[in-house]
T-cell receptor
Framework: EPEVTQTPSHQVTQMGQEVILRCVPI?????FYWYRQILGQKVEFLVS????????KSEIFDDQFSVERPDGSNFTLKIRSTKLEDSAMYFC?????????FGSGTRLTVV | QKEVEQDPGPLSVPEGAIVSLNCTYS??????FMWYRQYSRKGPELLMY????GNKEDGRFTAQVDKSSKYISLFIRDSQPSDSATYLC???????????????FGQGTILTVHP
């Protein structure tokens, strides 16, 4: 069964450092998303990406965040200057027509 | 009012029980409704996907949508210890023009099925 692959599974970073979270979506999917889940809280939408541009973003997705699809397979989320409150699980998802498939997530710990 | 509300539980049932999980929502534009299962520190895994009102059955799982009441349910029959997980409802309007199908999730219900 096709799957969404995320790396790394766990990242520890110092406050103020830049991090890049990587995702390989399912190859024939056209819509890509990042969500995050702070421990004990809801899964929250961050950003959607279609046709090589951001199609929608949430209030959380401020200027510290950016997304890129640098080649035909990878989809990245960059946080420029991490804060303690960025500590969360970050999930990448991709979608064809209707079905959404999530990756296993990257656990980001900011210390 | 929260856009999607889900009782976080926890819910503990004996093996073989019928489990009922529910969500209510306020946004009448939602048309596509999903149930995901999430194990600890893992990504959500799609269980059921329904469009508009009605029922859908898949093995031991039945999803129901009542758009008039803005209420969705997931029933698990003959529950097993392996069903122990967090169950998330999620929904979207898939309006396309402005929404590109972002999902809005419930809080998640923690379910434990004990032998």
């Amino acid at each position: 069964e096709p799957e969404v692959t995320q790396t790394p599974s766990h990242q520890v970073t110092q406050m103020g450092q830049e991090v890049i979270l990587r995702c390989v979506p399912i190859s024939n999917h056209l819509y890509f998303y990042w969500y995050r889940q702070i421990l004990g809280q809801k899964v929250e939408f961050l950003v959607s990406f279609y046709n090589n541009e951001i199609s929608e973003k949430s209030e959380i997705f401020d200027d510290q965040f950016s997304v890129e699809r640098p080649d035909g397979s990878n989809f990245t989320l960059k946080i420029r200057s991490t804060k303690l409150e960025d500590s969360a699980m970050y999930f990448c998802a991709s979608k064809a027509a209707y079905g959404y498939t999530f990756g296993s997530g990257t656990r980001l710990t900011v210390v | 009012q929260k856009e999607v509300e889900q009782d976080p539980g926890p819910l503990s049932v004996p093996e073989g029980a019928i489990v009922s999980l529910n969500c209510t929502y306020s946004n009448s534009a939602f048309q596509y409704f999903m149930w995901y299962r999430q194990y600890s520190r893992k990504g959500p895994e799609l269980l059921m996907y329904t469009y508009s009102s009605g029922n859908k059955e898949d093995g031991r799982f039945t999803a129901q949508v009542d758009k008039s009441s803005k209420y969705i349910s997931l029933f698990i029959r003959d529950s097993q210890p392996s069903d122990s997980a967090t169950y998330l409802c999620a929904m979207t309007d898939l309006a396309g023009g402005t929404s590109y199908g972002k999902l809005t999730f419930g809080q998640g219900t923690i379910l434990t099925v004990h032998p």
